[in-house]
């Protein structure tokens, strides 16, 4: 799994292994709307394995891996960069994934190789450089796990993403929100929830939820933002059914709604 603006435009890539092997690689399929992109590689390879990126929160040490031997501006550069998490469930602010929850870092050096992997102390894969959607505010764009294989598992199937969506309108919940959420969904204070502003009328939605209900969690996973709860559907699929917590005048509720086609 890479980024899509990694192989943009490319149909054949290299794939280069620890040891210098350059290994033929064919790029599979891409989706622009997530920034991700699958690529094959014949030989095996080892497996890379990805965390759960709802256990990362602002202040989370992490570790950019780049290019081993990587130069920037003529100095080879140490393939290891410590970074800090800022912040989580943050939209993507620009690029093909605009809009999409990000795990945003600041530290270390610039990111440069885009599609780089975003390391948590184990070693496991918590993120993808987005490098197009970065801010340029000292903060890098990293395409969250649960992004990246979601649609890189819909990609090796069907070759496209075919994503389902909760047919009401959305927007960031005030972070009061987050107060009444349950520990067992989230822990510290990370969750804010999507409010719903507004539910389509005859739509699978209207009879679960309802204009000001704060959604705070889908198929038990915390929902931080309400970027993150749009990644989260990405990977859902039109007509599958989706369990939602929200939280409505002060108590939580829980209802399962069939997921619409995306707008």
């Known amino acids: ?38 690529v094959s590689v014949r030989s095996p390879l080892p497996v890379a394995r990805f965390a759960d990126d709802d ?39 620009r690029g093909d994934a605009a809009g999409m929850a990000a795990i945003m870092v600041r530290g270390g050096p610039k990111p440069s190789v885009t599609g780089q992997p975003l390391l948590d102390a184990a070693g496991d894969v918590l993120g993808l450089l987005d490098r197009s959607g970065t801010s340029g505010d000292g903060t890098w764009s990293y395409l969250p796990s649960s992004l990246v294989v979601g649609v890189a598992e819909e990609l090796a199937t069907t070759g496209k993403v075919d994503h389902g969506w909760l047919d009401a309108q959305l927007a960031q919940a005030p972070s009061t929100a987050a107060a009444p959420v349950p520990t067992a969904l989230a822990s510290d204070a990370t ?53 939602v917590t929200a939280l409505r005048d002060g108590r939580q509720i829980t209802a399962v709604v069939e997921l619409a086609p995306s707008p």
């Open 191 to 243: 969750v804010g929830g999507a409010e719903v502003t507004a539910v389509d009328p005859g739509g699978a939605a209207t009879r679960a939820l309802q204009p000001g209900d704060v959604i705070v969690a889908v198929n038990g996973q915390p929902v931080r933002s309400a970027a993150e709860l749009r990644s989260q559907l990405y990977v859902l699929a039109p007509g599958e059914r989706a369990t």
């Open 55 to 93: 256990d990362v929160g602002p202040g989370f040490p992490a570790t950019a891996m780049a290019v081993t031997g990587a130069v920037t501006r003529g100095r080879r550069v140490s393939p290891w960069s410590s970074m800090t998490v800022a912040s989580v469930g943050t939209p993507v602010p």
């Open 1 to 38: 799994a890479t980024t899509a603006d990694a192989v943009a435009g490319r149909r054949s890539v290299r794939a280069v292994t620890t040891g210098g092997r350059r290994l033929p690689a064919t790029v599979v399929a891409v989706d622009p709307a997530s920034d991700v992109a699958l």
